[in-house]
């Protein structure tokens, strides 16, 4: 089949080939199935199989094995033979091996390009996601958003958030007119948030130059798609910060990629490992949010492919829109997990010649149910289809074989080197330091006037006393106290002139000299 990838073979003696039509491929699709089933090698072939057809891929190396996809597989591999004997049994005649086109990125840029992204880009919602936000300070971030706008202040690295949120609390009540109460404590919980992603690495995330996404969306001059593979064995470490990047770039194509309808192949395929984690306590606005893009970005030419161990980890308003399915097995030892399997078999269309729920129970490594969508959309009878054997090497290569491929990438100069220009720090640094210029100045003006009054007032001075408005006459005060002080002296004068004055006299006078 030229338009498709080829998946493997189902039917009698696994001889009736499965196919994914690439005019249905933005249809999204699901791939599950308890650990150690074989998920990672269906992921492989599905991308070999779309860059083989010029459709580039983005997918997230969960556990680091994916990068075999860059060099071929080898005939001394211990499972070459059994490479060969399944792809004669599935009839896949020219099969051979090879490597494909691949670019390696890593958000803490180690072992692959710097992908970044500002702050402002990703938005309040997801970075309230990414923090684990509650209502009330996802709003005081909206609030930093909203005036950082209108300020003029550019959020493009995490301390261009930080400082947004220290001015916001240093003028919360002038804020807090306009947009409503802004409390200290909601700001400085949202700053020990950040300073928790900043510790896992997440500020190497925010920041410029931003991820161009042409630059996932690329062929090789042979005409195969660029295979972008995203290191995150070191990433899973912050899973939130995994799941809200991802859901971050599903955003950003949805909003920048004009309306294709439905094409002849997509033009970009995403997978989305672990695909749990983007759900798990995710609150209903971001839910509604990932399927509305998951439903719309279809038009855009982008297929979603959502990879997890059950299917019951996706929402079943989104589980609803993967029309391409690979169900690898499913193990049902407690009643939850029986109850999983059965609802997963009755989201297949029937095959009579089996059982679709014992099927998928008992599929063996390498093998699976699929259903793959058919000509109008109409999903595929469920078929036990065995997988077909991977043409790069299966498992990672070497870490100089890794140096090499990224040294050989033209995009290495272009994301290396990580910017810094004026955004709301430096603005907000600048601002501060002009007032308190502006502070010191005027405190020294103030101090130079108190100078110069002393100095008027000293010039005036005579006496040691400070000149008033007049001395030409006693102050009242002064005038009272000497009439005063005249009364007491006349009464003592006309006590002293009386007998008593006089008794009281030479009583003294004889007590002092009476010894003589």
């Given amino acids: 089949m030229e338009n498709g990838v080829f998946v493997g073979g189902g039917g009698e003696g696994y001889s009736v080939k499965q196919w994914l039509r690439l005019d249905y491929a933005n249809r999204h699709g699901l791939i599950a199935g308890a650990t150690g089933t074989g998920k990672t090698v269906t992921l492989?072939?599905?991308?070999?199989?779309?860059?083989?057809?010029?459709?580039?891929?983005?997918?997230?190396?969960?556990?680091?094995?994916?990068?075999g996809l860059?060099?071929?597989?080898?005939?001394?591999?211990?499972?070459?033979?059994?490479?060969?004997?399944?792809?004669?049994?599935?009839?896949?005649?020219?099969?051979?091996?090879?490597g494909f086109p691949v670019t390696f990125w890593d958000l803490f840029g180690a072992q692959g390009h710097p992908i970044r992204t500002t702050v402002a880009e990703m938005g309040?919602?997801?970075?309230?996601?990414?923090?684990?936000?509650?209502?009330?300070?996802?709003?005081?971030?909206?609030?930093?958003?909203?005036?950082?706008?209108?300020?003029?202040?550019?959020?493009?690295?995490?301390?261009?958030?930080?400082?947004?949120?220290?001015?916001l609390g240093?003028?919360?009540?002038?804020?807090?007119?306009?947009?409503?109460?802004?409390?200290?404590?909601?700001?400085?919980?949202i700053q020990r948030r950040l300073l928790v992603l900043e510790n896992q690495g997440g500020a190497d995330f925010f920041g410029e130059p931003a991820l161009e996404l042409r630059d996932l969306m690329r062929t090789d001059p042979n005409g195969q798609g660029q295979i972008n593979i995203l290191a995150a064995d070191t990433l899973m470490g912050a899973p939130r910060l995994y799941a809200t990047f991802l859901l971050w770039l599903l955003s950003e194509l949805f909003e920048e990629l004009p309306e294709v309808g439905d094409p002849e192949k997509?033009?970009?395929?995403?997978?989305?490992?672990?695909?749990?984690?983007?759900?798990?306590?995710?609150?209903?606005?971001?839910?509604?949010?990932?399927?509305?893009?998951?439903?719309l970005i279809r038009s855009k030419g982008v297929g979603v492919?959502?990879?997890?161990?059950?299917?019951?980890?996706?929402?079943?308003?989104?589980?609803?829109?993967?029309?391409?399915?690979?169900?690898?097995?499913?193990?049902?030892f407690t009643a939850r997990d029986r109850k999983a399997l059965r609802m997963a078999a009755e989201t297949y269309r029937e095959n009579p010649d089996f059982d679709t729920e014992e099927a998928i129970r008992e599929v063996g490594v390498g093998e699976a149910v699929t259903s793959m969508l058919e000509r109008k959309g109409i999903p595929g009878m469920v078929q036990r289809t065995l997988i077909r054997p991977p043409s790069s090497q299966l498992g990672p290569i070497s870490p100089a074989e890794r140096g090499g491929v990224m040294g050989a990438s033209d995009l290495g100069t272009k994301y290396e080197q990580k910017l810094d220009r004026n955004s709301a720090f430096e603005i907000l640094a600048q601002r501060t330091k002009e007032a308190a210029e502006a502070a010191e100045k005027a405190e020294q003006h103030e101090a130079d006037l108190d100078a110069a009054l002393r100095e008027y007032t000293a010039g005036r001075r005579y006496t040691g006393t400070r000149v008033g408005r007049s001395t030409s006459q006693p102050t009242r005060r002064a005038r009272k106290e000497e009439s005063f002080g005249e009364a007491i002296a006349e009464v003592v004068v006309k006590e002293l002139k009386g007998t008593t004055g006089r008794r009281i006299v030479r009583g003294i006078l004889g007590g002092l000299f009476k010894g003589r």
């Fill in 124 to 167: 309040p919602l997801l970075i309230s996601r990414l923090l684990e936000l509650s209502e009330a300070q996802e709003g005081i971030l909206n609030i930093a958003f909203r005036v950082a706008d209108e300020e003029g202040l550019p959020l493009l690295d995490l301390k261009d958030l930080q400082s947004m949120l220290v001015w």
């Fill in 70 to 98: 860059a060099k071929p597989g080898s005939a001394e591999f211990k499972l070459h033979q059994p490479f060969m004997d399944r792809a004669q049994t599935i009839g896949f005649d020219d099969y051979s091996y090879t």
């Fill in 44 to 67: 492989q072939i599905l991308a070999e199989g779309f860059s083989a057809q010029g459709v580039p891929v983005f997918m997230a190396d969960v556990k680091g094995d994916l990068s």
């Fill in 305 to 332: 492919y959502f990879i997890t161990q059950n299917p019951d980890d996706i929402p079943e308003d989104i589980l609803g829109q993967l029309g391409n399915r690979v169900q690898h097995a499913l193990r049902a």
């Fill in 266 to 295: 997509p033009k970009l395929v995403f997978f989305f490992d672990e695909a749990h984690l983007l759900f798990e306590d995710a609150p209903k606005a971001l839910v509604d949010k990932v399927e509305q893009v998951a439903r």
């Fill in 170 to 189: 240093e003028n919360r009540q002038d804020v807090s007119l306009r947009y409503g109460n802004i409390s200290v404590q909601s700001v400085g919980a």
